[in-house]
């Protein structure tokens, strides 16, 4: 939902409709608050979504100020935040507090809790619970789960509820044991697969679908056949919008980054830099000087 001019909704205040009902930040004319159909209309209309992990109340608002169109409270917060190697161990209680700092700092963005592993695998009613429990005790607008027609049942039983579900298909994290490791989904007679698991999760109602992992050409295929938008985390370009995790993006984190990021920053090494030069300035004696002390 970039601010591209030439896809915006024109400026007619005779008809009283909100204007640019996408595209922007609220100050460049965009929605106030982005709402699953600001997602829908995106789709409708060409213009790219764009979303990044958060995980805390100071990356949400700088993220939700510079007009990304919604933040996902990830279970990649198992890797980032909580010294896991694995998103498997993350619980529901580890991830309410994060989603809640989140949404609590943004004005404008939508916020996504992810529905950890083992939260609803045991059926519909359990995955309700998980989702009622983030939607009253975080303030997130819609929740994320894994997997296509195996959490097709769990995602009409969200839906019937009135919750928004975002889906996530091809390369799942949860189920990296039993996919083998970190492979890529959807190549050769893998097509059909996930072409089935694309189908399955908008039937269930699920309002976006994240695509991970998966041949460009293969995302391009699931983004002509569905109604409903969907989001590449390593999926190419012809997606209806692109998530990353902001740590990857941002050039902090340490070791291995998928191939699929681009990195616009390098985070790592500004903190570095400033930790060391901190450092000496203390065991030289230059820090603190009178500028930073209180008469
Ligand atoms: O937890 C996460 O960050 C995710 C994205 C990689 C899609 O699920």
Redesign the pocket.
């Known amino acids: 939902m970039s601010d591209q001019p030439a896809k915006t909704a024109a400026s007619d205040t005779s008809t009283g409709v909100e204007q640019n009902p996408y595209g922007g930040t609220a100050a460049t004319g965009g929605p106030k608050r982005v709402r699953t159909r600001h997602f829908q209309n995106a789709k409708r209309d060409g213009i790219k979504i764009t979303g990044l ?1 958060s995980y805390d109340q100071l990356t949400a608002r700088i993220f939700d100020e510079a007009g990304i169109d919604f933040l ?1 409270v ?5 890797n ?1 935040v909580l010294g896991y190697e694995t ?1 498997l161990p993350v619980r529901v209680d580890d991830l309410i507090p994060l989603t809640r700092a989140v949404a609590g700092a943004v004005k404008r963005a939508f916020v996504v809790a ?1 529905m950890p592993f083992g939260s609803y695998e045991n059926g519909p009613e359990d995955a309700l619970h998980t989702a009622v429990r983030f939607m009253k005790e975080t303030g997130a607008h819609a929740v ?1 789960l ?1 997997g296509g027609e195996r959490s097709q049942k769990q995602i009409r039983r969200i839906v019937q509820a009135g919750i928004p579900v975002m889906a ?1 298909i091809g390369y ?2 949860q189920s990296e044991h039993g996919l083998g490791g970190h492979v890529i989904q959807g190549r050769g007679e893998g097509v059909k697969r996930l072409l089935a698991d694309a189908k399955a999760v908008q039937d269930a109602g699920a309002f976006a679908v ?1 695509l ?1 992992m998966v041949p460009a050409d293969a995302a391009r295929q699931v983004t002509e056949m569905l109604q409903i938008p969907t ?1 590449s ?1 390593g999926a190419g370009p012809y997606t209806d919008g692109q ?3 902001w740590t990857d993006w941002a050039g902090l984190t340490i070791g291995r980054v998928p191939k699929f990021v681009k990195q616009y920053a390098n985070l790592s090494g500004i903190l570095s830099s400033a930790a060391k030069e901190w450092r000496e300035d203390v065991e030289s004696g230059s820090y603190p000087n009178s500028e930073h002390s209180y008469e």
């Not at 990830?74 to 198992?78: I, K, L, R, V």
């Open positions: 992990t996902l990830g279970d990649s917060a198992g980032n998103t992810d994320k894994e996530h799942t994290p994240v991970e989001i985390v998530l990353l995790v």
